[in-house]
């Protein structure tokens, strides 16, 4: 099974740059992702990392370290609509996802 | 627009009635899962199918049970509902095993 950790809430300010990050402890990793989630919304895919290192992709990027079990998501230029919970998940060697309890980002003017 | 549909929205059921969620894809996704969404404690998942005809319980499957006739619709049924499992269910698919999921708009559901 898969033990995920990650912070219950953080808050910054717009413009600024949020770092989210996750542990995780698995029987056998296989890939780990970044969900955003609006309040009332189904959870939308933004990341992938199964190699260590960084995956950018515009404002969001995510970084894997299998060694240390640890990943972050950075947001950077935040915006308001970034206001959401954002949902780290790991694979295992089964392809199927465990999902920490997520980390819910209130961006504030 | 070709995504994941999840009927009903929400409901309200008695306990002790059968019910069953329904989730079509219309992406023609071999893979298919339905989590549910508890305040703390994130998704857990609760049954899979990684291709028509095939399923598989996932973390939480007790009192649960699905079947995949075909590749588009996965229905999760709940025999007899307890107010244990009141809660946001979500039906995903990916393409394959090892592609990202996408969620439906999930289904509230309470147990009285």
């Known amino acids: 099974g898969q033990n995920i950790d990650q912070p219950t809430e953080m808050t910054a300010t717009e413009g600024a740059i949020v770092q989210i990050n996750c542990t995780y402890q698995?029987?056998?990793?296989?890939?780990l992702f970044w969900y955003q989630q609006h309040a009332g919304e189904a959870p939308t895919f933004l990341s992938y990392?199964?190699?260590?290192g960084l995956e950018e992709k515009g404002r969001f990027s995510s970084f894997l370290s299998r060694s240390k079990g640890y990943s972050y998501l950075l947001l950077k230029e935040l915006q308001m609509k970034d206001s959401a919970s954002y949902l780290c998940?790991?694979?295992?060697?089964?392809?199927?996802?465990?999902f920490g309890a997520g980390t819910t980002v209130t961006v504030r003017a | 627009i070709a995504g994941i549909t999840q009927a009903p929205t929400s409901q309200i059921l008695a306990a002790g009635r059968r019910m069953t969620l329904r989730c079509t894809q219309d992406?023609?996704?071999?893979?298919m899962y339905w989590y549910r969404q508890d305040l703390g404690l994130g998704l857990r998942l609760i049954h899979y199918?990684?291709?028509?005809?095939?399923?598989g319980k996932g973390e939480v499957p007790d009192g649960y049970s699905v079947s995949r006739a075909n590749t588009d619709d996965f229905p999760l049924t709940l025999a007899s509902a307890v107010p244990s499992q009141t809660s946001v269910y979500f039906c995903?698919?990916?393409?394959?095993?090892?592609?990202?999921?996408?969620f439906g708009d999930g289904t509230r559901l309470s147990i009285l």
């Open positions: 199918s990684n291709t028509a005809g095939t399923t």
């Open positions: 998940a790991v694979r295992d060697r089964d392809y199927k996802l465990s």
């Open positions: 992406m023609r996704h071999n893979a």
């Open positions: 995903a698919s990916s393409e394959g095993e090892n592609q990202p999921q996408h």
């Open positions: 990392n199964v190699l260590d």
């Open positions: 698995t029987s056998g990793f296989n890939g």
